[in-house]
């Protein structure tokens, strides 16, 4: 917490019992920083590898939200290490939407967060975010320090105030992970930012590990350095004061906003080029903005998403016309829709673009707004998941992870069976997947059901079964059950990435688990797990049931364990 007077005395530690934010943030190198506007930048500095920015200080001030002055509310989900901030643009301004001071600089830093090198990435600008919060009974001049941030997305928007609407950009920011620095930002690498006397290098060796990660790696590396969190962790600042001492600053994390933004949207500058992996992939379908109906989640893009999804796993077009879409997206919609929901797929096959993982080809640039259905009816544009994306659902493993994800993340509580039937993905609900002599009746629901179950203990090499399960002496692998008989003992090979479609697992010793009769059935409908350290667990709550006994002689492969766990809906990249 931290005190942002109109006394900018750099020499006041303390002011109205906080810390005074000049004091935190004096130095010998920069000047002094200001915190009176939405977008506060530092000036720029020319360094001897080139010009850079030291930093961008944010403000967000949510007791502004919805004035004249500020007609759009920002979002703080810190637990998920997202922000959504909207520029200064306004009203009444006459100048285009992307010149104001604060646009032009977000911009500007975007260009820089978007490099493509390593080496252009070292000089892009860091985003320090904070939040003006009420102290004292006033709402003014008390701010939270909110992180580290970089730009992942912006897209213009049309806002309204004063009954008029404006344009204006939206900024999707991604939060940086800042554990291993033990939840401490060091103000002394803003500093080295603006001395023209350091390389990019010696500024950058002073950054925070998860900022030198995205610097080496770019977006691909955000999945893996974006902050996320069950509990508001405090942060401090070890700033060093013209005096030469250091301060520290406790309990910076303000609690989550949960504010919803109702813009709608417009064709944006567009998204510049990047690359898309699997990671960035699943990251964007955990994180589909979906609207709320009656307060509960709307189907409407997870269903068209899921749609799309099985296109790529069953071999179809990435691409689908309009006409096919509205049929089959709004038959979905019709029989897995939120009962009172409309059945209105024109919604997903326009609004999935917020995705970042969606193309829409065939209307004229004039619809810059959300098209009546009718236009569509008459301009049959197509639509369906961008090639990157589709490339990389080819790939079995990530396609299973998607397809989990999805169905646990938006769809658990609607009928599985029927919902994966319908979409031709019943091999995906079990970890046997369908023989392949058995056909896919795709729309014929009780069938497809019970066909994985009924085939679910094909095993192909009786002599390899045999030999697995005398290796355990017929005891399962999760309980270490022997089930006695009335002439011996019996236990079932189990395969861990199945034999049938669309798995097509090896018919190996490596592929083999030995369980009882209980634990397989479990194993195979995917209601256990087993994680990378070799315990059992549920998949429902994630909570153990043991550890997995292994033998000497039966090696395991751990990419048929880590399938399977993708199949559960438990293994991310």
């Known amino acids: 917490m931290l005190r942002s007077a109109r006394n900018r005395d750099p020499e006041v530690p303390v002011i109205d019992g906080y810390r005074n934010i000049h004091h935190v943030t004096a130095s010998r190198t920069l000047a002094q920083i200001q915190l009176s506007k939405g977008v506060n930048p530092v000036a720029k500095v020319k360094a001897p590898s080139g010009q850079r920015r030291p930093a961008i200080l944010i403000r ?37 939407v992307g010149s104001t001071q604060g646009n032009a600089v977000l911009l500007e830093a975007l260009a820089e967060h978007q490099a ?28 939270e320090f909110c992180g580290v941030a970089v730009i992942e997305h912006a897209e213009q928007v049309e806002q309204q105030a004063k009954g008029r609407p404006f344009p204006n950009y939206r900024y999707d920011l991604v939060v940086l992970d800042l554990s291993p620095e033990d939840d401490h930002l060091d103000w002394t690498w803003i500093e080295a930012r603006g001395n023209t006397g350091l390389t990019t290098e010696d500024a950058l060796a002073r950054a925070p590990r998860a900022w030198r990660e995205w610097v080496e790696h770019g977006d691909a590396a955000l999945p893996r350095v974006r902050r996320r969190t069950t509990h508001a962790a405090p942060i401090r600042a070890t700033p060093q004061h013209a005096g030469g001492g250091y301060g520290e600053l406790p309990a910076l994390f303000p609690a989550p906003r949960n504010s919803h933004d109702t813009a709608s949207l417009l064709p944006g500058p567009g998204n510049p080029t990047q690359q898309m992996t699997a990671g960035l992939l699943l990251d964007r379908l955990r994180c589909l903005q979906v609207h709320q109906n009656n307060g ?25 016309p309009w006409h096919q879409f509205r049929d089959e997206v709004g038959g979905l919609l019709s029989q897995f829709g939120l009962p009172e929901s409309s059945t209105t797929p024109e919604y997903p096959f326009w609004h999935l673009r917020t995705s970042r993982l969606w193309d829409l080809n065939g209307l004229p640039p004039k619809y810059s707004v959300k098209p009546h259905a009718a236009i569509f009816d008459r301009l049959n544009p197509q639509a369906g998941l961008t090639e990157q994306a589709a490339n990389l659902l080819s790939d079995p493993f990530i396609g299973t992870q998607a397809i989990a994800l999805l169905r646990e993340t938006y769809l658990a509580d609607v009928d599985q069976h029927a919902l994966m039937a319908r979409l031709g993905l019943t091999g995906y609900e079990s970890a046997s997947g369908v023989p392949d002599d058995v056909e896919d009746l795709e729309g014929e629901l009780r069938p497809a059901a019970r066909r994985a179950a009924t085939h679910s203990r094909i095993v192909r090499d009786t002599e390899l079964a045999a030999r697995v399960k005398q290796l355990h002496d017929d005891r399962c692998q999760v309980c270490g ?8 003992t019996y236990s079932e090979a189990a395969h861990i990435r199945g034999l049938g479609r669309p798995h097509h697992g090896p018919d190996k010793l490596s592929n083999l688990l030995v369980l009882c009769p209980n634990h ?54």
């Open 60 to 96: 967000s001030s949510p007791w502004k939200a919805g004035t004249a002055e500020t007609p759009w509310h920002d979002v703080f989900d810190l637990d998920n290490g997202h922000v959504r901030y909207f520029g200064d643009h306004r009203v009444d301004h006459t100048v285009p």
């Open 116 to 143: 493509y090198t390593p080496e252009q990435r070292a000089l892009a600008v860091p985003l320090l975010l904070f939040a003006a919060v009420t102290r004292n009974k006033t709402p003014k001049g008390y701010v």
């Open 296 to 320: 509960r989640p709307s189907r409407h893009k997870p269903l068209a998403m899921l749609w799309a999804v099985s296109r790529i796993a069953n071999g179809r077009s990435r691409l689908a």
């Open 481 to 488: 059950l022997q089930l006695p008989t009335r002439f011996g």
């Open 520 to 573: 397989h059935v479990q194993f195979d409908t995917l209601a256990i797990h087993i994680d990378t350290n070799g315990t059992v667990r549920s998949t429902t709550d994630d909570s153990p049931i043991g550890e997995l006994r292994r033998h000497p002689a039966h090696q395991i492969n751990e990419a048929h364990l880590r399938y399977h766990r993708a199949l559960c809906g438990r293994d991310h990249c």
